[in-house]
């Protein structure tokens, strides 16, 4: 699911498309017509009713109002044709599907985090991305000659188009993977739908803290160890407080906030300092997303569509700092921290008696402050009271007792009315004395291998990427329904991975792999940049928006298969070499491969005897009487071997290989004087 980075990424692919546009561009966005494509027992059903639509057939089809296409979840699909009163109501009596899209200009564009909201005056589209989806902006003959020209049948385009709003000269479209998005149509004085009420961290700090506190108050009524549900699972669930916070974004805050993945709710809301140090980490993640992202994605653009390079897309794990990383750099402090963490761990292990970690006092948090530096530089309403403790933060600054200016934020208001503002920090009391915030050279100065865990058991949990282990089975945590002994233990449910599939699943191997990893520019639907041939082809590239664009030349085509089958083949690792697949039926290793009998006999005859090329001149088969089998030289050439060949299409001249004369062939052929 798109999380906050990507959200902020479709915005700032229209806010830049939008800034470029004259008044007068602007003023003539007019809504013209919307284009999908089918899913496939859609298209189905178009091949019973008319073969010869374009639906039927994998291709872009228009929709009409009379178009009854929904999307998104199976308990919650709306329409993609603009319909009042379909966000509102799941009840389709009272949808009320516009008859044209007279009136409809495209006035602006906003986000919520899980949203893009697209102003057409009359309504507002809200596109709720979920799996494997962005924006693009496409030119009219890009999208006529490319997008609408090839099917996106098995896989042929690379992607689907979820929804395109033709603006006349501009298509801003919608690509997905699978289709598994939601369409929301939304009237000024309609009710908000649920799926956009959702809180901004960096927006409205104060009404996020709210929210929080409400979260806080829910789970002491209820009580705070009444459940074992994981910590980050919660996080990820209550998207209306935690908007834009998923799977890899809930790994990098617990890890920024120096909390262990595999605490449970309790242990993390029945604490102010690990709660604060949580929404310190979110704000300091959406800080640095605000501020750097656009900058950083410009490069991938080529005109109005986003194209980077593999090296960019690469570039996009200096951005993490934990989800897909082989190694974390941090401070040589934070680094004894989880040493210190993991000893503490080891000594459970032998245990035969269950013990509740909240009551080890040796039992640290490994949390290195610099790493929410942001949040106390670069807004006014700081929690470093509630991160260190009342008394300690007036010690950490020189205060004396009771001079640290009061808080009234709403989590400090919250936890003073429970009576929890003096709980345990978990912070090591000595670790942070010599000072709180290190120079950002001293970020990288250790190096630690993480972890990477997996679980078949949680479904919206698969895997963890932490630097922390697992607690073990007699290390648990403390639960007000069940006795110790009959906790189900997260450690049977975490398998620690070995380290080699731990290095196949990093953010770099997936990308140089060509499978979609996480981040801003890892989507099916990207641009190609396809290099052409020589020593300058990569920076001499041609743009195609869509695999088997027709605008491509065949040897450009030719190009990128070779390049999928070479990396299909394992044949793109350090080590090997850059050659065509020998089980190629043409040359370049783009073709279909070569049955086993086909690479057998390459002539496609049926008889036993061996070809003519393994014949010497005397008409004796090479390899016999004794002879040591070698091929010799024989007047066939290799363009009459390929026509042979069975479903080939190709056949080529002989092939020569080049070869530099010397100096002195060069002087006796008169070529230098």
Known sequence: MPEYREILAFLFTLLRWLDSLSAEDLASLILYAIWTDATIPEGK??????????????????????????????????????????AASK????????????GLRLCGVSRTPRTVALDFGKVTLHVQPLTHTMVQIYTRSQWDDEIAQVSCLKAQRGFRVAMALDLGQSILAFLTFDNVWTPLWVQPQDPIPPQIQML?????????????????????TRGFHSTQNLATVVVKDHGEVFGGVGAYTVEELFFMAGISPFI??????????????????FWTYAHKSHTELNSWMSPSFVGWVLAPTKEH????????????????????????????????????????????????????????????????????????????????????????????????????????????????????????????????????????????YECKTIKSLPSVWTISSVFPRMLVAECSKTSIREKAPYCDLFELAPTKVRNSRTFVR?????????????????????????????????????????LLEDHFRHRLQAKKNRIADGR?????????????????????????????????????????????GAGHAAGQKGQKRKLVS?????????????????AAAPVTKKRRLSADAKLAQGLLC
């Not at 700090?205 to 806080?216: D, H, K, R, S």
């Not at 024989?634 to 190709?650: D, Y």
Request: charged letters at 25%; one cysteine or more; glycine letters at 6%.
């Open 200 to 220: 901004d961290v960096y927006d409205d700090y104060n009404t996020f803290l709210e929210g929080i506190a409400a979260l806080v108050r829910k789970r002491h």
């Open 572 to 616: 793109h690792k350090a080590g090997h070499r850059k050659v065509a697949s020998r089980k190629a039926s043409q040359p370049g290793g783009w073709g279909p491969k070569l049955n086993a009998q086909a690479r057998k006999n390459p002539l496609g005859s049926n008889s036993k005897e061996p070809p003519e090329a393994l014949y010497d």
């Open 264 to 281: 449970l709710e309790g242990e993390l809301f029945s604490c102010p300092s690990r709660v604060a140090r949580l929404c310190e980490a």
């Open 45 to 86: 059903e178009m091949t019973r009713i008319d073969p010869a639509s374009p639906g039927a057939h994998g291709h872009v089809y228009k929709l009409n109002a009379s178009s009854t296409i929904v999307r998104g979840p199976l308990n919650c699909q709306k329409p993609i044709w603009p319909t009042l009163h379909a």
């Open 313 to 452: 897309r690469v570039s996009y794990s200096r951005w993490l700092y934990v989800h897909g990383k082989q190694h974390v750099r941090m401070p040589i402090r934070m680094k004894l921290l989880l040493l210190d963490y993991e000893e503490r761990l080891k000594g459970y292990k032998t245990r035969v008696v269950p013990f509740i970690r909240s009551q080890d006092p040796l039992l640290y948090d490994v949390f290195e402050p610099t790493f929410i530096r942001a949040a106390s530089e670069h807004k006014n309403l700081v929690l470093s009271s509630l991160i260190w403790g009342k008394a300690r933060w007036e010690s950490l600054n020189g205060w004396e007792t009771g001079t640290a200016p009061a808080s009234s934020d709403p989590l400090t208001r919250i936890y003073t009315e429970l009576g929890l503002l003096d709980a345990r920090t978990y912070l090591h009391p000595s670790a942070y004395c010599d000072a709180l915030l290190l120079p950002n050279d001293d970020l990288g100065r250790a190096l630690v291998e993480t972890k990477f």
């Open 634 to 650: 024989s007047p066939i050439s290799v363009g009459e071997v390929l026509q042979g060949l069975p479903n080939s299409q190709f």
């Open 91 to 102: 009840d389709r009596r009272d949808w009320k599907p516009m008859e044209n899209l007279d």
């Open 510 to 550: 997936v990308v140089e792999s060509r499978q979609v990893a996480v981040g801003p520019l890892e989507y099916c639907s990207i641009g190609r940049r396809v290099p052409r041939a020589g020593p300058k082809g990569r920076s001499n590239w041609v743009l195609a928006v869509c695999n088997d664009s027709p």
